[in-house]
C-alpha cells in the first residue's frame, strides 16, 4: 500500500514537472535557439509599382503597391542583364487582415 502510494506520488511530481523542460513545454532556454533569418531584406517603396503573379510584364497585375509600402525580398530572378525581378512578401497582420490579401508577387526592379 505505501509502496504504491509512493510510486504515484513520484509519477504525478515526473508527470507535472518534467513536460516544463520539453520543446512543447513552454519554457524558451534562450533566444539564440529560435532559427530567425539574419539576412532578411526589406525594400520601402518610393513611388507607386506593380505587383505581378510571375516575374513577366505580360502576365497578370495583382495590384498595384503604394508608395512607403515595406517589403520583405524573398528571393531575386535575373532574366537578363538589364531586367531583374524580386519576389517579394507585403507586411502584414496575419491575425487581423483578410486571409484573402494578396501578400506575395512579383516586381520589376
Not at 73 to 78: A, D, G, K, N, P
Amino acid at each position: 500500500m505505501i509502496n504504491n502510494l509512493i510510486k504515484n506520488f513520484f509519477l504525478i511530481t515526473f508527470a507535472l514537472i518534467a513536460p516544463i523542460t520539453l520543446p512543447a513545454g513552454g519554457i524558451q532556454k534562450s533566444f539564440n535557439q529560435n532559427k530567425f533569418p539574419h539576412n532578411t531584406n526589406e525594400i520601402i517603396l518610393s513611388s507607386n509599382i506593380s505587383l505581378y503573379s510571375y516575374p513577366q510584364v505580360h502576365t497578370k497585375e495583382l495590384l498595384v503597391l503604394d508608395v512607403g509600402t515595406t517589403l520583405s525580398v524573398l528571393r531575386s530572378w535575373h532574366v537578363s542583364k538589364s531586367e531583374t525581378w524580386v519576389r517579394v512578401e507585403l507586411a502584414s497582420n496575419k491575425f487581423l487582415d483578410d486571409p484573402n490579401k494578396i501578400l506575395k508577387g512579383w516586381i520589376k526592379m
